[in-house]
């Protein structure tokens, strides 16, 4: 049975998930699709949608933000705070668009999906998942996989 959409919802996800573009620019970037698929993630790990905040920007702008507030002196693809109240998820996730380029290409993956994989990650931290150790890099990896095939519901 297919997913009935109506207005209000999208209303009301379209305030809880902001997107913001600091010296970049995604072409024919979906807010819609990122919302819904994103929602769908979260409904399934059994959490409430709070208030997510995606920031996208350059390498030396999240770079700049690694050394202030990590104290890490390296570039990443994504950082991620946490400001969860009990299942309620809610996050500022900061996004190096240079980086999603570099490892796409690396991985031989569209631009799309790694972008897609990245922001998916995020939302997985702030579930509670991490990657610090090889065992937690190994079930990140597969909760990435498994998340991102829920994509096609909404292609």
Request: negative net charge; hydrophobic residues 40%.
């Given at each position: 049975?297919?997913?009935?959409?109506?207005?209000?919802?999208?209303?009301?996800?379209?305030?809880?998930?902001?997107y913001d573009f600091i010296d970049v620019e995604i072409p024919?970037?979906?807010?819609?699709?990122?919302?819904?698929?994103?929602?769908?993630?979260?409904?399934?790990?059994?959490?409430?949608?709070?208030?997510?905040?995606?920031?996208?920007?350059?390498?030396?702008?999240?770079?700049?933000?690694?050394?202030?507030?990590?104290?890490?002196?390296?570039?990443?693809?994504?950082?991620?705070?946490?400001?969860?109240?009990?299942?309620?998820?809610?996050?500022?996730?900061?996004?190096?668009?240079?980086?999603?380029?570099?490892?796409?290409?690396?991985?031989?993956?569209?631009?799309?999906?790694?972008?897609?994989?990245?922001?998916?990650?995020?939302?997985?931290?702030?579930?509670?998942?991490?990657?610090?150790?090889?065992k937690e890099q190994y079930l990140m990896s597969l909760k990435?996989?498994?998340?991102?095939?829920?994509?096609?519901?909404?292609?």
């Amino acid at each position: 049975m297919g997913r009935k959409l109506v207005l209000p919802l999208l209303l009301e996800m379209d305030e809880k998930i902001t997107y913001d573009f600091i010296d970049v620019e995604i072409p024919d970037f979906h807010p819609e699709f990122f919302g819904l698929w994103l929602k769908d993630v979260i409904d399934l790990e059994e959490k409430l949608l709070g208030s997510l905040s995606y920031i996208f920007c350059s390498d030396d702008y999240l770079l700049d933000m690694n050394k202030k507030f990590l104290k890490h002196d390296y570039y990443t693809d994504i950082i991620t705070f946490n400001y969860n109240e009990g299942d309620s998820l809610s996050g500022d996730m900061f996004i190096s668009l240079d980086r999603i380029k570099d490892n796409a290409m690396v991985l031989g993956v569209s631009s799309f999906d790694e972008l897609c994989r990245v922001m998916v990650h995020g939302v997985l931290h702030l579930i509670g998942y991490n990657d610090k150790t090889d065992k937690e890099q190994y079930l990140m990896s597969l909760k990435e996989n498994e998340m991102l095939k829920l994509r096609h519901g909404f292609t």
